[in-house]
């Protein structure tokens, strides 16, 4: 699959549009990197970030899993 280059602040506005048309759902960074074509690493290190500032909260720990906070 041929993913895109993105700035780091698009990333992280990709992540919370997705979460937030989904609030109802918890996604592993694997799936959120196939929906928005990122590399795994990527989306993974951008929720961390995200979680670490409450943006988006961490559902399990493993599996990692992320969803939007309300």
Same mark, same amino acid.
Request: charged share 35%; hydrophobic share 40%.
């Given at each position: 699959m041929n993913r895109l280059? /993105? %700035?780091d602040g698009q990333?992280?506005?990709l992540l919370v549009t997705h979460l /937030? %048309?989904?609030p109802h759902l918890d996604f592993s960074p694997y799936e959120l990197a196939q929906a928005?074509?990122?590399s795994?690493?990527?989306a993974r290190r951008h929720l961390l970030r995200l979680a670490a500032t409450g943006q988006?909260?961490?559902t399990t720990q493993t599996p990692a899993r992320f969803q939007i906070t309300t």
């Open positions: 280059r /993105r %700035a990333v992280a506005q /937030r %048309a989904h928005l074509r990122l795994h690493g990527t988006v909260r961490r």
